[in-house]
């Protein structure tokens, strides 16, 4: 399976969201990452459903809705409702993982679990057969453009031996700091989905860079 690339609407030109929103439908993106932010469980609040409903006029990839916010049950419908076809919860945000998990699959979604950078991988061996997706987040959440933390590697290969081990099909995505000085070593240690952010939008040419991504030959 080639890697699966999710420009981050974050970084994109609200101002200017369908022309942002339809060059990535051009582009040889394969997702849209959309981050949500509370405010609470992260420094910062992006934006909420007006703006997805929004973007989801416009989007002709699936919508992989990465929720940074505490208690994201209460809106699980929401989001399902808006679109989402991959909806991300944070490990850190969630008394009841597991019931979290099967709340959003019973309404059609893919369930993905996020994992803060300081959250051990193995924190997730009793639930990982039933996660869709884990997004390893490489920066603290909340802020585009952030440096790349490189411990993230080693987390890499620890949950792509516990996927194998346990013989799932779960994808592995890596969210912040992504470019083209880390991709290929990420894709070497086991990622199936890149997020990218600043590396897509303040690029000159967002589409050479969504592309370089996708073509990255090991
Ligand atoms: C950070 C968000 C990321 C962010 C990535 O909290 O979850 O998706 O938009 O942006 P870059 O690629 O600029 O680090
Ligand atoms: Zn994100």
Redesign the pocket.
Known sequence: MSIIIAP????ADFANIERDVDMINKSYADWF?I?I?DGVF?P?I?FGMPVLKAIQKHAKKPLDV?L?IIDPDRYVETFSDLGAEILTIHFEACNNLHRSLQKIKSCGMKAGV?LNPHTPVEFLNSIIQDIDLV?L??????????S?IENTYKKVEELKMLIQKKGLNCLIEI?????DQNAAKLITSGVDVL????????AIDPQSNIKFLKQIQL
Do not use: E, T, W
């Not at 987040?137 to 952030?146: C, I, L, Y």
């Open positions: 981050s609407i974050l970084a990452h981050d932010m992260v910062n992006s990465h940074m996020a997004c987040m490489s920066v603290n959440p909340g802020f585009g453009g952030q790349f969210d912040g700091g992504v470019s997020v990218a952010g600043s590396y897509v939008f303040k």
